[in-house]
């Protein structure tokens, strides 16, 4: 029983502390522009007290013509009041509606920043079409806190007591019968409020799947459609449009509710009012015209009481937005250029050496242990190889032994639980990441392409590259013909991610994305993976070009790519147990033969040595 109950204090605290974060969150956009927010609210209330006038001039005009007076000067007054009020609120909405604008702009600025800088393992935690959604459609709410329900809240809550004030001098009896009216609605309202808050954050859930559903089915849409997957991706977009509806629905109907609530309250006070205030007249305890502007007073307070409804509904929205958002600016980033230089500019940390330099890099891995977060195994154990300066290094094995996680951490993608990965003898955990990063060409196994032109996938990286640079890369991966081929030439169009071109041309896109760069150390991840024979060579040839001028490590599993190689690395099951020429290998190590005589790259006297 005692677990029971601390749990339940648990997650009650846990709810307390997540809407202070989320309402920190929604104040921190709202903060650098509190002073246009408070000039636009002032202004807008202003607006709205003056309009409190005109029933006060209306029990003037109708005492002036009850008692035979001229009208001119009520009338005069009534104009100007109307005019001057509707200037100041048109004032006040415009300062409102930009400091809005800002604050969806900032949010997005943030969120964006936040989401580019993650580390990759924080990307795991939501899908990217969520993220998206967070970006957009989440951000969008957060205009109408920033514009009208904090201003409204406010407003109204002034409004609503100025108007009682005013009633309460005209005649206490019926404020006192309009409060009893007023009170017994806001109670009903106030059990209903707390559910804007939680449908709304089911509505933005819903949108952000629909947009998973969309990014996941476009970005394999070939797939989708040759596997004829179209129905079941429709039948999972529906299911989240149904769920965003459902809730949309629901708040709907609490809108509608709400306000019929406050409208009947509004209405039932009005007939309370009519019949003792009637009697009131009757009696000569209250002018005509007293009656007149407390009915008056009584329909104004329909417009604080939908503001005070409005703005609840606002930030409960608003609320549950920030929450998404703040779950996102709470994911762990990557350190920024500027801020790792003003750490090594205070002697904390190895500054990386001189960004100029262009010699080969060399790589060492000395007992390096590695599981990928959230999973149970390691895909490392205790893996210990080196790779010297200059030439070709390969890392073959067979699928699972931990080849491209190789890169990955070096490319401090993700962190070693154990050991240390070294960069011409320094920690990559010391070199600061953005130098890192720069020292290496880095050539995923899918060869991503970018929507655009076949230059802005080049210049990625590299946007001030000369043409002469360009030209060199294209010849370097025999991209020149395809180049002559296309109808603008490197300004071509290359659609999204690439699909006007083919598998191998995209891979040799990427491979001279990385040497238009100039690293230090080139990692290619199955390069040749999708290139015919011919092709094959070509990339062999400007492989071995480039080892020349830097240090390339490559994974394959075709062998025919790294027979020349310097020196091999077999891994298997995540640790190292064989290094050599491919001749040494396929004497000395039963599995590296196993993999040639595969692939036909052993000759049966080799095969028979290798065996015996």
């Keep these: 029983m005692t677990t029971s109950k601390t749990a339940a204090g648990t997650g009650t605290e846990g709810g307390a502390v997540l809407k202070l974060s989320a309402w920190r969150e929604l104040l921190s956009y709202i903060r650098p522009y509190r002073g246009l927010v408070v000039a ?44 001057l009020g509707a200037l100041i609120t048109t004032v006040g909405s415009y300062l409102l509606g930009r400091s809005a604008e800002s604050v969806v702009r900032d949010s997005r600025r943030r969120l964006v920043s ?21 970006v957009t459609a989440d951000t969008t709410l957060l205009r109408e806190v920033a514009s009208q329900a904090l201003v409204d809240s406010g407003r109204g809550l002034l409004m609503f007591i100025a108007i009682l004030t005013m009633m309460f001098l005209m005649d206490p009896v ?11 609605a806001g109670i009903l309202i106030g059990l209903v409020v707390p559910f804007f808050s939680r449908y709304n954050e089911r509505v933005q859930k819903a949108v952000g799947e629909i947009s998973s559903t969309l990014e996941r089915s476009l970005g394999a849409f070939r797939m989708i459609k040759a596997a004829g997957l179209e129905p079941r991706e429709e039948a999972r977009a529906v299911d989240a449009t149904t769920t965003a509806w459902k809730y949309g629905v629901r708040l709907a109907w609490l809108h509608g509710l709400v306000g019929a609530c406050a409208t009947l309250a509004i209405h039932v006070s009005f007939l309370a009012v009519l019949g003792i205030g009637g009697a009131r007249v009757a009696t000569g305890e209250i002018e005509i ?10 329909f104004y307070l329909l417009e604080p009481v939908g503001s005070l409804l409005e703005a609840a509904s606002n930030l409960s929205a608003g609320l549950a937005s920030a929450r998404r958002i703040h779950e996102v600016q709470q994911l762990e980033v990557e350190p920024k250029p500027e801020a790792e230089l003003a750490r090594i500019a205070g002697g904390n940390g190895f500054a990386g050496g001189d960004p100029a330099d262009k010699t080969p890099a060399s790589v060492s891995f000395r007992e390096v242990a590695f599981r990928y977060p959230g999973t149970e195994p390691l895909v490392h154990h205790e893996v210990t190889f080196d790779v010297p300066a200059g030439g070709i290094t390969a890392l073959v094995g067979p699928s699972g032994a931990g ?50 032109t076949l230059r802005e996938n080049l210049l990625i990286g590299v946007p001030h590259a000369d043409e002469a640079d360009i030209e060199r890369v294209l010849r370097q991966t025999r991209l020149d013909s395809l180049v002559d081929k296309l109808p603008d030439g490197v300004d071509t169009a290359v659609g999204h991610r690439g699909n006007t071109l083919s598998g191998g041309e995209r891979q040799r896109v990427a491979v001279a994305r990385a040497l238009l760069r100039r690293p230090r150390l080139l990692l290619l991840d199955e390069v040749t993976s999708q290139l015919d024979a011919v092709n094959e060579l ?33 891994l298997d099951a995540g640790k190292v147990r064989a290094v050599g020429t491919h001749h040494e290998l396929v004497k000395t190590d039963p599995l590296y033969n196993e993999l040639a005589t595969t692939q036909l790259l052993v000759s049966d006297d080799a095969e028979q040595t290798a065996v015996g």
């Design 538 to 570: 070509a990339l062999r040839e400007t492989v071995a070009e480039a080892a020349r001028e830097l240090t390339v490590v490559v994974v394959a599993h075709r062998l025919s790519t790294v027979v020349q190689a310097d020196r091999i690395v077999v």
């Design 40 to 83: 636009g609210g002032v202004l807008s209330t202003i607006g709205s007290l003056i309009g409190l006038v005109q029933p006060v001039v209306t029990k003037q005009l109708i005492d002036s013509l009850s008692d035979g007076r001229a009208v001119t000067g009520p009338i005069i007054l009534l104009t100007g009041a109307v005019l």
């Design 174 to 184: 019926l404020v006192l019968v309009t409060l009893g009216v007023l009170v017994f």
């Design 114 to 134: 936040r989401i580019l800088w993650l580390r990759l393992p924080q990307t795991a935690k939501f899908a990217p079409g969520d993220l998206m959604s967070r």
């Design 289 to 298: 015209g007293t009656l007149v502007a407390f009915l008056l007073y009584l």
């Design 403 to 452: 080849k491209s996680t190789v890169f990955a951490l070096l490319e401090r993608f993700y962190e070693p639980d154990g050991g240390r990965i070294l960069l011409d003898g320094h920690d990559v955990r010391d070199w600061p990441l953005y130098l890192l990063r720069a020292s290496i060409g880095y050539v995923e196994q899918d060869a991503p392409v970018l929507a655009g």
